[in-house]
């Protein structure tokens, strides 16, 4: 194995053994968040919401199960590296087609694995998310690459990961849509067409062909990065306000708030894990949630909506329901089905809004 080296932007260095494909020039940069799902790593690498972003495992075992195309989320990761304590050597499933170290390679994604993720994730929880450098070039390389990489704070990330032309996603119900693609995720795509057919629309579509579509609702999916970055994102989000249904998940949450008036702020070092418990106020049932942000929106500034959902771990607003207009959030990913499918009553109320808006 090749020695390898994760040099954070404040100098922290963890040494490890490459995996995955040879960076260019030995180096790879890109902001690092720690991820705390003990499974589901391949939607995790091929979430879109993970542009520009080194995703560092906690769970000590990644790879056992392999990987298979029915997992992606997308077809091309838009993540920056991998970082694993160990990687499974040899994948145990029916369902396998290839083992995650053949993954990366085929994705040219490069990653390191025997890092201390337990040092790593305590470092990222005290010291925040920051640029880092991962590869097989000198430590003093990768700590100049580091150092200099920017943040993606302000970045449009969204352009990046979006469709650059609408495409159709025929489903089994009733109603016609169109989805706005800020980085969708597959099994997003799969809930909403069992409520009818998709449009799935490039994320600089303008308000108004949406609704010269006739759409029983519009959908705002996730994506990376910060949503006051993404361009016309809000505008169009207030535009469609009171003309539509809308629907947002995690980016279309944030925007969603965005188009209200609300504020949105960088977290320290993100949520993003499959148990992160958010309790629902309606019933104040608990639910356990899979969750991949870091912005949120900011409570005490979302004018003419209710907060709906509150995570329990830190008090952060993960839902939103609008008081004059057919329009909710939520901040966490009902789709995803991290043990418990706990939150997919939300594609029910999107189907009962648009068909009491009929």
Not at 81 to 104: A, Q, T
Not at 192 to 211: D, F, K, M
Not at 333 to 346: F, I, K, M, Q
Request: charged residues 20%.
């Amino acid at each position: 194995m090749r020695s390898a080296w994760l040099v954070l932007a404040d100098g922290e260095v963890f040494e490890g053994e490459a995996i995955g494909a040879e960076p260019t020039h030995g180096v790879t940069t890109g902001e690092v968040v720690f991820n705390t799902v003990m499974s589901g790593y391949q939607e995790v690498v091929t979430d879109p919401s993970y542009a520009g972003q080194i995703i560092a495992f906690t769970y000590p075992h990644i790879g056992n199960y392999g990987a298979t195309p029915e997992d992606d989320e997308s077809p091309v990761p838009a993540c920056k590296g991998v970082v694993v304590r160990e990687l499974s050597p040899r994948p145990s499933s029916w369902r396998s087609n290839e083992d995650l170290g053949d993954f990366l390679r085929r994705h040219n994604l490069a990653g390191i694995s025997e890092v201390d993720t337990r040092r790593l994730t305590r470092h990222i929880r005290q010291a925040g998310s920051m640029p880092a450098a991962i590869g097989t070039a000198d430590p003093d390389v990768l700590r100049d690459a580091a150092s200099s990489a920017p943040s993606t704070e302000g970045v449009d990330l969204v352009a990046g990961v979006s469709t650059d032309h609408p495409y159709e996603r025929v489903g089994t119900g009733p109603y016609r849509m169109v989805a706005y693609d800020f980085g969708i995720k597959a099994t997003i795509l799969r809930h909403l067409a069992e409520l009818g057919s998709v449009e799935v629309v490039p994320a600089s579509t303008p308000a108004a062909e949406v609704i010269a579509r006739q759409p029983d609702g519009v959908f705002l999916s996730n994506g990376p990065g910060d949503p006051a970055a993404v361009a016309g994102g809000a505008d169009n989000v207030r535009a469609l306000l009171g003309e539509v249904p809308v629907f947002g998940i995690c980016l279309g949450h944030q925007l969603l708030g965005l188009a209200l008036g609300a504020e949105t702020y960088k977290l320290p070092f993100g949520h993003h894990g499959g148990n992160h418990p958010v309790r629902r106020l309606a019933n104040n049932a608990i639910e356990i949630t899979s969750q991949n942000h870091n912005y949120a929106v900011a409570d005490g500034t979302i004018p003419n909506a209710d907060v709906s959902h509150v995570n329990l771990n830190d008090g952060v607003v993960e839902g939103l329901r609008c008081r004059d207009v057919p329009a909710f959030s939520v901040q966490y990913h009902p789709e995803a089905g991290p043990g418990p499918h706990d939150a997919r009553y939300l594609f029910a109320q999107f189907a009962e809004l648009m068909a009491a808006s009929r």
